[in-house]
């Protein structure tokens, strides 16, 4: 699948490791919550660069308190209806200053990359081949917001009154 970041199509640097799988000796690597938990201080002592990725019923507060050793989090978006992770992502941005990329991944389509943009996502694992494309169509279709978030862009009422 194509990982969009930048409104660019790039490779992956991370490698995926699940439970039950060794641990690379290098490179940047991408574990789940439970793998996280359970070998935190291993992957606390690597050189390279460590993601988590959280399912979308496991909050970020689980991580929080380890932010600075985690270099992407991965946010999982199930189904289109599933908006948890846009919370996730707020909760990550916002309350717990989290700097590192966040990553969509899951069931990401095009109608959501710009409000996903919005709430701090800023890399998309997508299913489609046209991902760039559809990155800049997305970009294009809004210029006016109603509800204010962490990315500072003036809402509408905000706009009126200036």
């Known amino acids: 699948m194509p990982l969009l970041k930048n409104g660019n199509i790039i490779e992956d640097p991370y490698t ?3 439970e039950g799988e060794e ?17 935190r201080d291993a992957l606390v002592a690597r050189s390279s660069e460590v993601g988590v990725q959280l399912a979308a019923g496991e909050s970020p507060a ?6 600075e050793h985690i270099a992407l989090v ?26 590192g ?15 996903m943009d919005r709430v701090g996502f800023d890399s998309f694992d997508m299913k489609s081949d046209e991902a760039a494309e ?9 210029s006016v917001w109603y509800q204010p978030t962490g990315d500072e862009r003036p809402t509408a009422t905000r706009l009126r009154r200036s």
């Open 16 to 18: 995926r490791v699940t």
């Open 134 to 142: 559809e990155w800049k169509t997305a970009q294009a279709d809004m």
């Open 101 to 115: 990329e966040l990553r969509a991944v899951g069931d990401v389509l095009i109608e959501q990359l710009h409000f």
């Open 62 to 67: 689980a991580i929080a308190p380890d932010l």
């Open 74 to 99: 991965a946010l999982e978006f199930p189904a289109f209806t599933d908006g948890r992770a846009y919370s996730y992502a707020r909760l990550l941005r916002e309350r717990h200053r989290f700097e």
């Open 23 to 39: 641990l690379p000796g290098e490179g940047p690597i991408l574990v789940d919550l439970a793998l996280w938990q359970a070998q």
